[in-house]
């Protein structure tokens, strides 16, 4: 049995692992390295994602059949169904417009004029790719942070550590993804703005933990899950 402030520290915990992946990504690591941590969070992403629907499934279901049997209100079931496929909707269509506003924007003057004046665009471009992936990741986190906050105060205890330990494991593998866009370059990156990067990934995972915990309600539960699962 964990407490709050347990909770909190393994929340921020779970998002920071993002800096274990910092290292790998300017050692240069081999694509067959590379392939394999893919491959480990991909089946890190799908247990998680069996995991989140299950239990945010289980709890719509639940209330559904309990409510269609007259032994609950029906705006009870009808809620909860809506929250679960509106937090799905949410996740997933929250980042095909994050990609379709930021990852694939042309070229800027300011690329061309250091282009002209013969600067690193490899460096500038790819530091700009880097930060755009992590808002991405990060708000990504956000939703894990929720579900994990959420489990907690719902009393579903198990979950909650289930999800600090699959997200950290996951969240690992991310900071190499961060910093891929910078391996193209002879510059290296500054201590401080791979800690931005980091704080800007792995910190809401934290954040999100805090938000999720302060009050319980199944509505909140089953819309933050979907919401996860839906980023996931």
């Known amino acids: ?12 915990i779970a998002g920071f692992t993002i800096f274990l992946g910092f290292p790998l990504a300017l050692l240069k690591a081999s694509q067959r390295t590379k392939a394999f941590l893919n491959a480990l969070a991909i089946g890190i992403l799908v247990f998680l994602v069996v995991d989140v ?12 059949i309990s409510s269609f049997t007259g032994k609950t209100p029906l705006v009870d079931g009808v809620s909860l169904l809506i929250a679960m496929f509106a937090g799905i909707i949410l996740g997933l269509i929250g980042l095909a417009l994050y990609e379709r506003r930021y990852m694939k924007a042309p070229a800027t003057e300011t690329t061309l004029e250091n282009s002209m004046a013969g600067k690193d665009t490899v460096h500038i471009d790819g530091l700009k790719l880097a930060t755009m992936i992590a808002i991405g990741i990060g708000a990504h986190n956000f939703s894990e942070g929720l579900a994990i906050g959420q489990s907690y105060a719902a ?7 289930i999800l600090i330990i699959g997200f950290g494991l996951h969240n690992a593998t991310e900071g190499f993804g961060i910093l891929g866009p910078l391996q193209g370059s002879d510059k290296r990156p500054p201590i401080l ?13 934290f954040l999100g933990t805090l938000a999720g915990s302060i009050w319980v309600s199944p509505i909140l539960y089953v819309l933050f899950m979907a919401f996860a699962g839906g980023g996931l």
């Open 53 to 64: 629907f299950g239990h945010a499934w289980d709890t719509t279901t639940n209330a559904v």
């Open 155 to 161: 009393g579903v205890i198990g979950l909650a550590l």
């Open 1 to 12: 049995m964990i407490n709050y402030y347990q909770l909190l520290i393994l929340g921020a």
């Open 193 to 205: 703005t791979l800690i931005k990067l980091g704080l800007i990934g792995g910190g809401p995972t």
